[in-house]
């Protein structure tokens, strides 16, 4: 039986990241989705042009909905937007008491586009990390987060650790990012720090990689897979999505999450999935 995963974050309207590419992610892992929102954005392949934030109350009538019905065995969260949401978000996982959430801290969008307000970030890092089963920042999320500068893989191991502090079990430092060793992300957990390498791509259709990378990473959590694991199955999917990525619009275009139903090399995945 596929186990249900939430989400909980933005809209794209471009449909490659946000919440979109958040349930082509748990679909293509083998998980049910499920969404919360918590704004509306408009945005296409370029740029993030307008964002309507909607009401924590809104925001907490969802999740209480789909807890109240839904077997949730992870939750992936995004944009959250604002102190308000941060707070209804964080108020709702302790009263569930969800063991795997996997926290992708969006700050920012790709074009530059601010995510969450300097209040959200406060109630983030205070109310949310402590306790997650993860957090998934980028280099430059993690260099703000920490006051690390981080511009490589060891950089990422001394960030994860001041993150460490924070409260979450482990934290994993994206390095799509950084200027040497591009492509090794590092997980930093209390017993020590492992990489996880890439073949770099220098495709340009990166758009929705880091919502799509946490989800997957919270799908083979909910169907069981260790921490380690979850991550390098997750790594294995999001590298050949960004491989495949699909050029549409005049900017960056989406990953393809679904890359192994076109590509007959990608055929393994299917197994992987289905077992």
């Given at each position: 039986?596929q186990p249900t995963v939430l989400t909980i974050g933005g809209s794209d309207s471009s449909g490659g990241a946000g919440?979109?590419?958040?349930?082509?992610?748990?679909?293509?892992?083998?998980?049910?989705?499920?969404?919360?929102?918590?704004?509306?954005?408009?945005?296409?392949?370029?740029?993030?042009?307008?964002?309507?934030?909607?009401?924590?109350?809104?925001?907490?009538?969802?999740?209480?909905?789909?807890?109240?019905d839904l077997d949730i065995r992870a939750v992936k969260t995004g944009m959250l937007v604002s102190a308000p949401i941060?707070?209804?978000?964080?108020?709702?996982?302790?009263?569930?008491?969800?063991?795997?959430?996997?926290?992708?801290?969006?700050?920012?969008?790709?074009?530059?586009?601010?995510?969450?307000?300097?209040?959200?970030?406060?109630?983030?890092?205070?109310?949310?990390?402590?306790?997650?089963?993860?957090?998934?920042?980028?280099?430059?999320?993690?260099?703000?987060?920490?006051?690390?500068?981080?511009?490589?893989?060891?950089?990422?191991?001394?960030?994860?650790?001041?993150?460490?502090?924070?409260?979450?079990?482990?934290?994993?430092?994206?390095?799509?990012?950084?200027?040497?060793?591009?492509?090794?992300?590092?997980?930093?957990?209390?017993?020590?720090?492992?990489?996880?390498?890439?073949?770099?791509?220098?495709?340009?259709?990166?758009?929705?990689?880091?919502?799509?990378?946490?989800?997957?990473?919270?799908?083979?959590?909910?169907?069981?897979?260790?921490?380690?694991?979850?991550?390098?199955?997750?790594?294995?999917?999001?590298?050949?999505?960004?491989?495949?990525?699909?050029?549409?619009?005049?900017?960056?275009?989406?990953?393809?999450?679904?890359?192994?139903?076109?590509?007959?090399?990608?055929?393994?995945?299917?197994?992987?999935?289905?077992?």
């Amino acid at each position: 039986m596929q186990p249900t995963v939430l989400t909980i974050g933005g809209s794209d309207s471009s449909g490659g990241a946000g919440i979109q590419a958040d349930l082509k992610a748990v679909a293509a892992n083998g998980g049910y989705g499920a969404s919360a929102l918590t704004a509306v954005t408009a945005q296409n392949t370029r740029e993030v042009l307008h964002t309507h934030q909607l009401p924590a109350e809104v925001v907490e009538a969802q999740l209480r909905a789909l807890f109240d019905d839904l077997d949730i065995r992870a939750v992936k969260t995004g944009m959250l937007v604002s102190a308000p949401i941060v707070e209804v978000v964080a108020a709702a996982l302790d009263r569930e008491g969800v063991e795997h959430v996997v926290c992708d801290p969006v700050l920012g969008a790709t074009t530059g586009s601010a995510l969450l307000d300097a209040g959200g970030l406060e109630v983030m890092g205070r109310r949310l990390f402590p306790g997650l089963r993860l957090i998934t920042p980028n280099a430059e999320e993690a260099s703000r987060l920490s006051g690390v500068e981080v511009r490589n893989p060891e950089d990422a191991a001394r960030a994860g650790k001041r993150l460490l502090e924070m409260g979450p079990r482990a934290v994993l430092v994206k390095g799509g990012h950084f200027e040497q060793g591009a492509g090794c992300d590092v997980l930093v957990t209390r017993e020590g720090s492992r990489r996880y390498g890439a073949s770099w791509s220098a495709s340009p259709h990166t758009h929705g990689t880091g919502c799509s990378y946490a989800s997957a990473i919270a799908t083979w959590l909910a169907r069981g897979a260790s921490l380690e694991d979850a991550v390098g199955l997750a790594k294995q999917f999001i590298d050949d999505a960004i491989r495949a990525g699909i050029p549409v619009g005049g900017g960056a275009g989406p990953t393809d999450p679904f890359f192994f139903l076109r590509h007959d090399d990608a055929s393994g995945w299917l197994e992987k999935v289905r077992s």
